[in-house]
């Protein structure tokens, strides 16, 4: 068929960024392009992993030029001037803020670490929140995996729109919230740091 296809394999065990749902999700794509310092690093690094093996196509950019590129590309805000282009050809619409009216937040239940995160769970969460439907709605995550956390401390924000969207969210989060808390030793390792 003459395709050219390369595979990837990056860590699925817990989402990147820390938005799920629409508006979170732009506001994490946004910090990274702004080089904000409150840009969520796994999503940096992802994108700049991603985009410098696209880079490396090309037959003169070879043995991790791309990645280096790429950096060079998102700290210099030409890819920020690009996204703003397109946003602008494709007619800007007005700024969606990152919060619904609706919100909760879902507290550790334990002291220790967060030894691992259910993605399956946190995407149920958010879609019954009302994403991607709802712009405002999803889950905004404040602990990632290995992060150290206290009894009653937030480990996210459940947000939405309507009432009975909220109320399905938060009470699939209280059966179950999706994060397990536990000792340092259980922290999920993925089979890449393996």
């Known amino acids: 068929l003459g395709i050219h296809l ?11 960024g820390r938005g799920i749902g629409p508006a979170l999700e732009a506001r994490d794509v946004m910090q990274v392009l702004q ?3 409150e840009a969520p690093d796994d999503l940096r ?7 410098g093996r696209v880079l490396e196509f090309d037959p003169d950019v070879r043995g991790g ?37 609706l919100n909760e937040e879902v507290l550790a239940d334990a002291d220790g670490w967060v030894t691992a995160i259910d ?12 994403a ?3 712009l405002n ?17 937030p480990l996210y924000r459940i947000q939405a729109e309507f009432p009975a969207d909220f109320r399905f969210a938060r009470n699939l989060a209280r059966r179950d919230m999706g994060f397990r ?13 393996i």
Do not use: H
């Not at 390369?6 to 990147?16: L, R």
């Not at 808390?181 to 890449?192: H, K, M, W």
């Open 65 to 101: 030029q791309g990645y280096n590129l790429a950096r060079d590309i998102l700290e210099s805000g030409r890819a920020l001037r690009k996204m703003q282009q397109i946003i602008e050809a494709q007619g800007a619409a007005e700024p969606i803020p990152a919060e619904a009216p």
């Open 45 to 51: 690094q992802k994108a700049l992993y991603l985009a």
């Open 181 to 193: 808390i536990g000792p340092e030793s259980e922290i999920t390792r993925s089979y890449l740091e």
């Open 6 to 16: 390369e595979v990837v394999i990056t860590d699925g065990s817990q989402p990147i």
């Open 35 to 37: 080089n904000d310092r």
């Open 119 to 130: 993605n399956y769970q946190m995407a149920r969460i958010a879609r019954l929140a009302g």
């Open 137 to 153: 709605a999803g889950v905004d995550l404040y602990k990632k995996l290995g992060d150290r956390v206290e009894k009653g401390e």
């Open 132 to 134: 991607p439907m709802d």
